[in-house]
């Protein structure tokens, strides 16, 4: 399992600044993402700056969210 994410932080042209608890500190972007329909709400920054840590990962408050790995592994 990879280590969890303990802060999170949305910034322009949709990518985020994620620490994890090992050290690990990046940028993942979400643009990949955004025309899949359970992201495509995130296009609207209000929505996509409601970014929260959600147990092992992230989550928007329209429920989209990033699987831990895959959140772990894009960071860059």
């Keep these: 399992m990879k280590p969890k994410a303990i802060e999170v932080k949305a910034l ?3 990518k ?3 620490v994890f608890e090992d050290g690990k500190k990046g940028i993942f972007d ?3 993402y955004l025309e ?3 992201f495509k709400d995130l296009k609207d ?3 996509f700056n409601t970014v929260k840590i ?3 990962s992230i989550s928007w408050s329209n429920g989209a969210d990033i699987c831990p ?3 772990y592994n ?3």
């Design 30 to 32: 979400v643009k990949p």
């Design 74 to 76: 894009g960071t860059k």
């Design 54 to 56: 959600d147990g092992l």
């Design 16 to 18: 985020l600044e994620v």
């Design 45 to 47: 920054e209000s929505i």
């Design 12 to 14: 322009k042209d949709y």
């Design 36 to 38: 899949y329909i359970q």
């Design 69 to 71: 790995d895959e959140l």
